[in-house]
């Protein structure tokens, strides 16, 4: 409408200025002075401008504004008079909008007529538009704007006063306006008016506060429906000066810079004076979907007018981290808390207080309840599950606070993060978890890298504070009620063992710092170390670890491809250890380098290992190089490993295997006796924290005694001869010259297939399998006496031999079979 204003203002300024000074005017003689006054008065750029015989021209009419300009060529004006009245009638021309840039923004062509009577107060004007192109807006189907017309007409007299203006783009576009002779309302009515055309008007337009709030607030959006009453004598919304109902769909709306818009909104709109009531029906705000939405504005100018947002949404959590700023996401980040990964359903309350005065903060109260959450933070060390959130934003802060499942035990958080003022804390974390553990091995949940909760419950308080981008971490916790296992180290902190757990550390930077880290307990268990963090690198620094005998330190460097670990010291007590947590994979996947330089290890029944040394490594699939090598009081002990494909062999040798046995827990009743133990192991199909199976094993054994070994009273107990059976049970050391056979181990089952023993007192088969783990087994075979030496003539005899004494597959005349089925 100023745009048209304008043009009116043109010509009745033309009119005026040319009354008195027609005649000289209208021989051409006065076109600087009347040039010089048009362009003062209406503030606009003639060129060219000429006024002879009754016709004023100008090549250009320019009107300029801070964003754009209004083009208006070919102007040329006929000014007649007839009985007391002037008319000005335009020739068609063409008018056209361009931005700073001289991009064409709007194009038309125009013609037009005023006619005024000088001796009453009536007037006449009409404006037609055609082929209007707008390049910068499509309409709510996507297509341009082309072949557009516009006509207004505005006829007053003392009887009179109507107005009629009709936009119109092949009728999907319309915007039409029209009053009668009684009315001082115009009636409006529209149909898809895209909100976007404020882009047209801020080219051409002064300053104004409702371009301005359009500018700052709406993004996009269609008036699909419109009807209402305008008092275009009066001031937009003011007081009787608009009545009426508004429909907007795919509006996009823009709160505020730093959070996300209210896009796709279907909003129902009733305008009552300066009072406007936005309904929503329906909108997003990033992944949220907004119901039962109202937004209340009673304009009062800018500088002086509230929006009041209230709203209520749904829609996954990762809706809410659109309230945090991309600063402080970035900063978080760092630290490795990333909330934009956050799952699970939230539900909002909205309420938003926006003053439109420049310069002026927003008010927020929006309240979330999360179900369902789920997030990994710290590097995916720190895992919460099934949790349920409250959060609060009021604009300068976003505080979390809930109950779920940190690393599988229940726990409560709270976050805060302040947004205006960081003098205290730019975000703070939380965490406070219950641990309560059932004794059960097999669940895999109670097992936090190489420690095992075994049973009992305590409380862990953990702090990570962050303010100038530092980061410090604190936890001070009272561990006595735990039942603790270190699994390669065969510590035990018993529950009710008075123990804490103690540790500290900052950031200098978010991915670079160190961490000061104690265990003690009333019972004289003591470690601590440093952990020096560097990107993707920790290094630790275990300066004493003392437990019982143990006495050693420990250097470790642990990034995503590599377990590089180095342990010295004087002993390692492993008297208490449970022997299968060193078959026990322990990574999923990159490399792993060991290396281990120890006085003495102390084994079971109080077996000492003197002088080990031993050095492993291994990639994601096998360990492909490995020893070791120690004494076991004077005799020896050697492992070899090396690779075989994706698989890896191992060959243990030992010259005192009763030793040995006794010291790994694996059997009692052996004395002495030279060991050979050939395995192929694969632990590429198996998790970490399951056993590696053993496929194929083989093993010797030459020159050794069960003692007191009451399995192989029970074994020779099937053959029906009293004096040979009292010979055994009576003889506590039975001797045999050797044993070899091949088994398999896997699922704490070993199977043993084939094994053959010989001794000067018996022969005997072995098949079956033995539960480690529920120690029990089911062995069967058969049991060949020698018969104080006759077997062992008569077995030498071809084929009368294996008739009488069998062989290791087949039972002879005078062996018998067996089969033990129990505990052990």
């Known amino acids: 409408m100023r745009i048209l204003s304008k043009i009116l203002a043109l010509i009745i300024l033309i009119f005026a200025s040319f009354y008195s000074l027609f005649l000289a005017a209208n021989m051409g003689k006065l076109n600087q002075p009347i040039k010089t006054v048009l362009e003062y008065f209406l503030n606009i750029e003639l060129v060219e401008l000429n006024f002879q015989d009754t016709t004023l021209t100008s090549k250009e009419a320019i009107i300029l504004s801070r964003n754009g300009k209004l083009l208006i060529s070919g102007l040329k004006i006929h000014v007649g008079y007839s009985a007391g009245s002037f008319d000005f009638t335009m020739d068609p021309g063409r008018v056209c909008i361009t931005n700073n840039n001289d991009e064409l923004i709007v194009d038309a062509k125009y013609s037009g007529k005023f006619i005024k009577n000088i001796l009453k107060n009536n007037y006449s004007t009409e404006l037609n538009f055609s082929n209007i192109v707008i390049s910068d807006l499509t309409d709510i189907h996507n297509k341009p704007y082309q072949n557009g017309l516009i006509s207004y007409t505005h006829h007053k007299s003392a009887h009179t006063h109507h107005i009629a203006f009709d936009l119109n783009f092949d009728n999907s576009t319309y915007l039409r306006a029209s009053s009668d002779q009684d009315s001082k309302k115009v009636k409006v009515t529209g149909k898809n008016i895209p909100l976007g055309t404020y882009t047209i008007f801020e080219k051409i337009a002064p300053d104004n506060g409702l371009v301005k709030f359009f500018q700052e607030f709406i993004k996009n959006g269609y008036i699909t429906e419109a009807d209402f009453l305008l008092d275009i004598n009066k001031e937009i919304l003011t007081k009787d000066s608009i009545i009426g109902k508004v429909k907007i769909q795919k509006l996009d709306f823009s709160y505020d810079n730093d959070f996300p818009l209210l896009k796709n909104m279907d909003v129902d709109i009733d305008v009552f004076d300066s009072n406007v009531t936005f309904k929503i029906n329906s909108a997003y705000s990033s992944a949220l979907s907004l119901s039962q939405g109202l937004i209340l504005m009673n304009w009062q100018g800018l500088d002086n007018t509230e929006l009041k947002i209230t709203a209520k949404a749904h829609g996954p959590a990762t809706g809410l981290t659109g309230f945090i700023s991309s600063t402080q996401h970035q900063e978080m980040n760092k630290a490795n808390i990333d909330l934009r990964k956050i799952i699970g359903q939230a539900n909002l309350d909205i309420y938003i207080d926006i003053p439109l005065k420049p310069g002026t ?67 703070k974390l939380d965490i406070k978890t219950y641990f309560k553990v059932l004794n059960d091995k097999s669940d895999s949940r109670n097992k936090i890298a190489f420690i095992s909760l075994q049973g009992g419950d305590s409380v862990i308080d953990f702090t990570y504070t962050n303010k100038d981008s530092k980061g410090l971490i604190a936890v001070d916790s009272d561990i006595t009620g735990l039942d603790l296992y270190f699994d390669k180290l065969g510590i035990r902190k018993k529950k009710n063992d008075k123990s804490r757990l103690v540790i500290s550390g900052a950031f200098t930077d978010p991915t670079m710092g160190k961490i000061d880290f104690s265990v003690s307990s009333q019972s004289g268990l ?58 026990e994979k ?24 003197d002088g080990v040394k031993a050095k492993f490594e291994c990639d994601n699939l096998r360990c492909f190089s490995g020893y070791i090598d120690s004494k076991i009081g004077s005799r020896s002990l050697e492992v070899l490993l090396a690779a075989k494909g994706d698989k890896e062999e191992w060959l243990v040798k030992c010259s005192n295997a009763g030793a040995l046995l006794r010291g790994l827990d694996m059997y009692n009743s052996m004395r002495a006796g030279n060991l050979t133990l050939n395995l192929i192991t694969s632990r590429k199909e198996v998790k970490r924290g399951n056993i590696i199976p053993i496929h194929n094993g083989k093993f010797t054994f030459e020159r050794f005694m069960l003692h007191d070994a009451p399995t192989m009273t029970r074994m020779v107990s099937f053959i029906s001869l009293p004096g040979f059976i009292s010979m055994i049970s009576g003889n506590k050391d039975i001797a045999f010259l ?87």
């Not at 050693?552 to 670990?565: E, R, T």
């Not at 999923?588 to 120890?598: E, P």
């Not at 006085?599 to 290992?609: A, F, S, T």
């Open 738 to 824: 050797g044993m070899n056979g091949t088994f398999s181990f896997q699922n704490n089952i070993l199977s043993i297939d084939n094994s053959f023993a010989t001794g000067p007192y018996f022969d005997f088969t072995l098949k079956g399998t033995i539960d480690t783990k529920k120690r029990f087994m089911d062995i069967y075979g058969h049991v060949n006496p020698q018969l104080y030496g006759i077997s062992s003539v008569i077995g030498s005899i071809p084929l009368i031999g294996r008739i009488f004494t069998g062989n290791k597959n087949h039972q002879g005349l005078v062996s018998k079979s067996y089969r033990l089925k129990e505990k052990y």
């Open 361 to 427: 903060k927003n008010i927020y109260n929006i309240s979330a309840d999360i179900t369902e959450a789920s997030l990994s933070i710290f590097k995916n060390y720190v895992n919460l599950t099934n949790a349920s959130i409250k959060g609060v934003f009021n604009g300068d802060k976003v505080l979390l606070s809930g109950a779920g499942k940190i690393n599988n035990f229940k726990s409560d958080l709270g976050f805060a993060l302040n947004i205006t003022d960081k003098t205290e804390f730019s975000h």
């Open 586 to 609: 322990e990574r999923d996947g990159g490399s792993t380098k060991l290396v281990l330089a120890i006085e003495r290890v102390r084994l079971k029944d109080d077996i000492w290992l």
């Open 526 to 583: 003591k470690t601590n170390g440093t952990i020096d963090i560097d990107s993707n690198k920790a290094i630790a620094n275990i300066k004493e670890i003392k437990h019982k005998q143990t006495d050693l330190s420990a250097k470790i460097i642990l990034d995503k491809n590599l377990f590089d670990a180095n342990i010295k010291g004087k002993a390692l007590d492993l008297s208490e250890a449970d022997m299968l947590h060193f078959l």
